[in-house]
């Protein structure tokens, strides 16, 4: 049975601030690195964008590797030789260690971790620095140097196991490994949380607070009240050192801002829309949503998911929509729809466009390195450790 493409038009969505926000009409400095790029960027109106990025990756050749994150725009997913989730792209990219430029297009914490994970003879480069991430920037070390005071004083931080995720920066990585703890993915989550149960009697799990009581509520048998929200900006982190004693997850009150927006609301909107659909959601929802949801999986995992569905079935995605959106186009029997109403981009990562690009491929081209991102060596060094113990779980 065939059934046609029914994914949500862009131009039917209600004009939020955050919706121009995410087409690029306003900006929002508290989530963004806010640096511009130096140079001359071309005109995103220049018809020869195309052929000048085809130009420029030739003259290079072997000696550029280009990495785009599956929630990057069409445009740029075009260029890259290789797609994956940041952990697989940093992976991909210390495999190729004949290439000197490794082009990263995702976001900063991404282009961070390829940069720890390749060799030092690669430069990795970000085409626009202002693509950072809001949930990774919701965790700074000032603020988590202060978080592992607070436990020190309510005498649980020798009993507290760090655990934080890969969408983090290279500071809160090294605080990790520092602390004796492990990196994670939304895929491995589960396997890392059980790892840091048998070395300690808590966690304090960095940052996003949805993934890490969505695992540890639906997948290991907590309950919510197992759980406590660390919150930064509060004094004490907000609790008590009874509340933190009580505690088995200490969740640190980060979110994204493109996975938190789906509600209960749109879940049963979409079920009472078409009948029968399947709702897929990304673990870094929030728990009402995952729970009402029929799946959950990691990128990855929704992209095997849709490839294994039947012909004919309907599916609502609740992740990034440049993904849904490609997802849709690539499986025309299925029926694919982005579960919110409104449009759902991830606005720093769509930071990465054609024009900024062309200009990074070019500068590189005419001998010019431009926007590199370094890790130093220290915070390397106890990075490092944290994404070593993640490739050691069980
Ligand atoms: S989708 Fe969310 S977690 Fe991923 S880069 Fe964007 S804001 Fe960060």
Not at 137 to 163: F, I, K, N, R
Not at 187 to 210: C, I, T, Y
Not at 296 to 319: F, N, Q, R
Request: charge should be negative; proline fraction near 5%; include cysteine.
């Amino acid at each position: 049975m065939t059934t046609t493409q029914t994914l949500n038009d862009p131009l039917d969505v209600q004009p939020t601030p955050l919706a121009l926000l995410l087409l690029g009409r306003e900006s929002d400095p508290r989530s963004e690195r806010g640096v511009e790029c130096p140079g001359d960027l071309p005109a995103p109106s220049d018809p020869d964008l195309v052929e000048r990025a085809r130009a420029a990756k030739a003259r290079l050749g072997s000696k550029v590797f280009i990495l785009g994150h599956h929630y990057q725009r069409d445009e740029v997913i075009e260029f890259a030789d290789v797609t994956g989730d940041s952990f697989k792209l940093a992976r991909d990219a210390a495999a190729r260690p004949d290439a000197e430029y490794i082009v990263f297009c995702g976001v900063h914490f991404m282009a961070e971790s390829a940069d720890i994970l390749t060799s030092d003879r690669q430069q990795v480069i970000l085409p626009d620095l202002a693509a950072g991430c809001s949930m990774a920037d919701m965790a700074t070390a000032e603020q988590v140097a202060e978080c592992w005071d607070v436990l020190t004083e309510a005498g649980v931080a020798d009993t507290t196991v760090p655990v934080s995720y890969m969408n983090s920066s290279a500071d809160i990585k090294a605080f990790t490994g520092r602390h004796g703890g492990t990196i994670c993915t939304s895929s491995n989550a589960q396997r890392a949380l059980e790892w840091a149960f048998s070395q300690g009697e808590k966690v304090l799990f960095l940052p996003d607070q949805h993934l890490g009581r969505n695992t540890a509520v639906r997948e290991m048998g907590f309950s919510l009240e197992d759980c406590v929200v660390y919150n930064p900006h509060k004094p004490g982190g907000g609790l008590t050192a009874e509340e933190l004693r009580a505690a088995k997850m200490i969740l640190w009150r980060g979110h994204c801002s493109v996975h938190g927006r789906f509600s209960l609301d749109s879940v049963e909107d979409v079920r009472a829309r078409i009948p029968g659909v399947n709702v897929l959601v990304h673990p870094e929802c929030k728990h009402e949503v995952v729970s009402a949801a029929d799946h959950v999986g990691s990128t990855e995992h929704i992209i095997k998911m849709l490839d294994s569905a039947p012909a004919g079935s309907s599916w609502a995605i609740g992740t990034e929509l440049n993904l849904v959106r490609r997802l849709a186009k690539a499986h025309p029997d299925k029926q694919i729809v982005f579960l919110d109403k409104t449009v759902c981009f991830c606005s720093t990562m769509n930071r990465i466009d054609l024009p900024h690009l062309v200009w990074a491929l070019e500068s590189l081209a005419d001998g010019t390195v431009v926007n590199r991102i370094q890790v130093d060596a220290e915070t390397e060094h106890f990075a490092k450790l944290a994404l070593e113990q993640m490739l050691a779980l069980p």
